[in-house]
């Protein structure tokens, strides 16, 4: 994961803005499996290290701290709203969701089948999110 997201992580987090609740190699089975795509490797370090959550009212959809995947089950629930079967929902943004493309690993926004690339990685998104809400704060 990039040093500039951990910085302001480190900075700007206030406790209860992550679960800390990792996922387990069976968790990403699982989840794969039931989405039927592969989780890219910088989403995975996120889930990894935070689990769930943000700063600034950013928040990355993950692990629950009581372990529920709710990444999968936000995805389950766009898909039922027609979101293509390539994206996982990584950011609810009530109009719009943030995903990631698994085929591209690039981040997209999507609303009502239409969809815009807006990131070129988890790494980039994560940190222009970041340090918009940290100007805010």
Do not use: H
């Not at 389950?76 to 719009?96: A, M, T």
């Amino acid at each position: 994961m990039n040093k500039n997201i951990k910085n302001l992580i480190k900075k700007y987090e206030v406790k209860g803005n992550f679960t800390y609740e990792t996922i387990s190699t069976n968790q990403i089975k699982e989840a794969e499996s039931l989405l039927s795509v592969k989780l890219p490797s910088q989403y995975l370090e996120f889930l990894e290290e935070y689990g769930y959550g943000g700063i600034g009212g950013v928040e990355i959809i993950g692990i629950g701290g009581n372990g529920n995947l709710v990444f999968v089950e936000k995805t389950l629930q766009y898909r039922g709203y027609g979101l293509p079967l390539n994206l996982i929902v990584i950011e609810d943004c009530g109009e719009w969701v943030y995903c990631i493309n698994t085929e591209t690993e690039t981040i997209v926004s999507w609303c009502e089948s239409f969809t815009k690339e807006e990131y070129s990685d988890f790494d980039s998104y994560v940190l222009d999110r970041f340090e918009d809400a940290a100007e805010n704060i």
